[in-house]
């Protein structure tokens, strides 16, 4: 059956894009459940990324051919299919094809002083670029979706606080339960912070520009001297800077956290530092509530495969370990409410 896909695809993409594949490899190291991925090989020795994407929208292939025609370092663009397209159909599924710059993931190897400060200046390149009007129609709200979001996390807790009886007999479930009743409190917190908080990022928006949405380093790739690209661009959303910038200076992969020398390398190739801290700690709050709930719900699935459900449950214990982004998103909420009793009682001792 997976051959079968892959000798389908390599046929659309032949007879679409005008590209003869000799060889498909899947690659398997992606999150996305709904899109499946292959390293190809042309018959020229030319080695391109192939994806058959069956969720989301074409608005990351939109965002990447614009941002490389806008010459953006670090962003490499998709091929366009014979008839102009950047993706053609099959069986309401997209395939797309993009070069294959690097082997070599940021998560896999050490990242140079060059490598961080390439990683900023890409950032930044991104966010400085003209938002069109078809980016407008296209890309959703960073942060919109806060409200699926909570409810999400509220039934998940709800389910583990009172399981089901075939949950009961399941001890990863189980274990689950008492994760989430650990950290029950810090739950409470994160979620009334990102209701309440919401209605202070639509009252003091920050600029909206493209922002890749989860430029964590797991999809960033090196290359020589420094050189760096940021792929998979499924979840680009119009938000201010912070949206991106909290996966720097927030940290959000418990097993692979960010030293303050390394933020400051990407600082240093960012080239700004007015980064909003409220803003930032609400962003993380909801990408928080976010991972915690959807990587909960994919280890509780009682029909999904065991290996699967261990991975998504060793994440769901990273999240809420003393690094991970539930501890960190916590930790800068009360951070901001600090900084801004602080600032407060500054400004009234002045008027004073």
């Not at 389908?8 to 032949?14: C, F, I, K, L, Y």
């Not at 280890?299 to 261990?310: F, N, W």
């Amino acid at each position: 059956m997976v051959q079968d896909v892959a000798r389908q695809v390599a046929d659309q993409v032949r007879t679409g894009f005008g590209v003869r594949l000799s060889t498909m490899e899947p690659v398997t190291s992606g999150a996305d459940q709904h899109a499946r991925l292959w390293l190809a090989q042309a018959a020229d020795g030319s080695r391109y990324a192939v994806k058959l994407s069956g969720g989301g929208t074409p608005a990351g292939l939109v965002v990447t051919a614009y941002l490389a025609e806008q010459g953006v370092p670090g962003i490499v663009g998709p091929l366009r299919a014979d008839d102009g397209r950047l993706s053609i159909d099959n069986d309401g599924r997209r395939v797309s094809v993009v070069p294959w710059v690097s082997d070599q993931r940021a998560l896999d190897a050490p990242m140079t002083g060059a490598h961080w400060r390439a990683y900023g200046e890409v950032l930044a390149a991104v966010h400085e670029v003209p938002v069109t009007d078809e980016l407008s129609r296209l890309l959703p709200a960073g942060g919109a979706a806060y409200p699926s979001i909570v409810t999400a996390t509220r039934a998940m807790a709800a389910r583990l606080r009172d399981p089901a009886p075939a949950d009961l007999a399941d001890p990863l479930v189980a274990e689950l339960a008492g994760v989430w009743s650990a950290v029950a409190d810090r739950l409470g917190v994160l979620t009334r912070e990102v209701e309440r908080r919401a209605a202070d990022q639509r009252d003091r928006p920050g600029p909206n520009v493209v922002c890749h949405g989860d430029p964590h380093l797991g999809n960033l790739l090196l290359g020589a001297d420094g050189q760096v690209w940021l792929i998979d661009w499924d979840d680009a959303v119009l938000a201010p800077p912070e949206c991106d910038l909290m996966f720097v200076l927030g940290g959000v992969l418990a097993f692979a956290p960010i030293t303050p020398e390394q933020q400051q390398a990407v600082l240093a190739g960012y080239g700004r530092t007015d980064v909003d801290r409220v803003r930032l700690a609400w962003f993380l709050a909801v990408r928080a509530l976010d991972d915690l709930s959807d990587w909960t719900r994919q280890a509780v699935d009682l029909d999904a495969a065991a290996a699967d459900r261990g991975r998504a449950a060793r994440i769901v214990r990273g999240l809420v370990s003393p690094v991970g982004l539930v501890t960190l998103a916590d930790t800068a909420l009360r951070d901001s409410d600090r900084r801004g009793r602080a600032a407060t009682t500054s400004s009234t001792s002045d008027k004073k």
